[in-house]
């Protein structure tokens, strides 16, 4: 009788525990789903009245971050459009008006239209995110990191023809010269773009390697530069927008302040682990690990 007893009182807990637990991890797992910019609506009838409750209020949150997300990219959007016309009648000017502009000035206009441009481009990646309709493609890793790393070097030196600073690719001799994986293909490449583009402005006129290697059974991309590192205290801080180590405004010298702020983002959507760390022998390590 006791053990019948003692039997259904287990049965019974258990029952309850599940009843209460269910519904806490699908609510668990929804809000980490709302914390990437995602939105998810969760069942309101499924357990105790506490939990229906805390469900509604959940519902009612991801809605109103929904719609906030939303109303930031319109906004910014029609502020990029606004600004983007006065600054076309600017440089349509400076080239109208080339032969009786003296030419250090018009050079002066022209870059500080081209930073103004760079940065609502920055500012509108930023706030559009991730494109859920950006179709999954595969690729051989090693090929396309190999091109990338020319294509990146020849558009830096484009720019900094008197710059010493090469980009570098290799690949673990493990791969036997391919590395297939399944991506979105444009999220990867404004990645690795960003986190390349990052080094060599901060990579004291150095060359900057990018290597492609396994770990634990994901494709890891280091890209390492020899610049002065980024302080332990402020490796999480750099991700943060408008976020510069170095203290001037300058778009050359301390780039716009989102590129990092951008990188995160996306990996965060794509469930891809982005972290810095210091390089051995000095400068900066970051690595970016495709866990899916």
């Not at 595969?138 to 090929?143: A, F």
């Amino acid at each position: 009788m006791v053990i019948a007893v003692l039997v259904l009182a287990i049965g019974t807990a258990l029952s309850i525990a599940l009843r209460i637990s269910r519904p806490l991890a699908i609510l668990s797992s929804a809000t980490t789903t709302v914390g990437k910019g995602g939105k998810i609506i969760i069942v309101e009838d499924n357990g105790p009245d506490e939990i229906v409750t805390l469900a509604r209020n959940f519902n009612r949150m991801s809605q109103e971050v929904s719609e906030l997300l939303e109303n930031r990219t319109t906004l910014l959007a029609g502020i990029s459009h606004d600004l983007r016309t006065p600054l076309t009648r600017i440089r349509l000017a400076l080239e109208i008006n080339a032969d009786s502009i003296d030419s250090a000035y018009r050079s002066g206009f022209e870059s500080s239209v081209g930073e103004m441009e760079q940065l609502l481009e920055q500012a509108m990646l930023l706030a559009r995110g991730i494109d859920k309709k950006e179709p999954l493609k595969q690729r051989d890793l090693v090929s396309l990191l190999s091109t990338l790393a020319s294509q990146l070097e020849a558009e830096w030196l484009l720019r900094h023809p008197d710059s010493e600073s090469r980009v570098l690719f290799q690949a673990d001799p493990s791969l036997e010269n391919n590395l297939i994986w399944t991506l979105p293909l444009q999220s990867f490449l404004r990645i690795l773009r960003n986190l390349v583009e990052n080094a060599l402005r901060y990579g004291s006129n150095t060359p900057v390697s990018i290597e492609l290697s396994i770990q634990g059974g994901f494709p890891l991309i280091s890209i390492m530069d020899r610049g002065p590192g980024i302080p332990e205290k402020e490796l999480e801080a750099v991700f943060r927008p408008f976020y510069r180590l170095e203290g001037s405004r300058n778009l050359e010298t301390g780039g716009s302040g989102l590129g990092l702020a951008i990188v995160y983002q996306l990996c965060q959507a794509l469930d891809w682990k982005i972290t810095h760390k210091p390089r051995q022998g000095g400068g900066n390590e970051a690595q970016l690990l495709l866990t899916s």
